[in-house]
């Protein structure tokens, strides 16, 4: 599977973005697929993740309420919606595919496939 993450850019405080994570291949659907940040100087972090069927979804506490993950199996896209913007959401963000247990979801080696990465920078 090859990823193919979209959609950062420049924003405000309080403002919103869409990314958007285009695989390739036949198999999406069989993929739960998961949503990381970076910045810099920092770990790589946790945001959200959804099952294969789209049927349970998954966030980090922090993010909860601001931040909606979801996918289309027919287009073979996931995507993040990020509203409220925070200038600590600032961070490159990444998109993953992998088959994870729940106790391992939020763990970013369990993910097999990785898209390049998007910048999101929210100014204040």
């Known amino acids: 599977v090859q990823l193919q993450a979209s959609g950062g850019g420049l924003v405000q405080a309080g403002g919103s973005l869409r990314l958007s994570c285009a695989a390739s291949?036949?198999?999406?659907?069989?993929?739960?697929m998961g949503w990381f940040r970076q910045a810099p100087g920092k770990e790589r972090e946790f945001v959200a993740a959804?099952?294969?069927?789209?049927?349970?979804?998954y966030y980090a506490d922090s993010l909860k309420g601001r931040f909606t993950i979801s996918r289309d199996n027919a287009k073979n896209t996931v995507y993040l919606q990020m509203n409220s913007l925070k200038p600590e959401d600032t961070a490159v963000y990444y998109c993953?595919?992998?088959?994870?247990?729940?106790?391992?979801?939020?763990?970013?080696?369990?993910?097999?496939?990785w898209g390049q990465g998007t910048q999101v920078t929210v100014s204040s």
């Open positions: 959804i099952r294969r069927s789209g049927g349970s979804t």
């Open positions: 291949g036949h198999t999406f659907s069989s993929y739960d």
């Open positions: 993953a595919a992998g088959r994870p247990i729940l106790s391992a979801l939020r763990a970013h080696e369990s993910y097999y496939y």
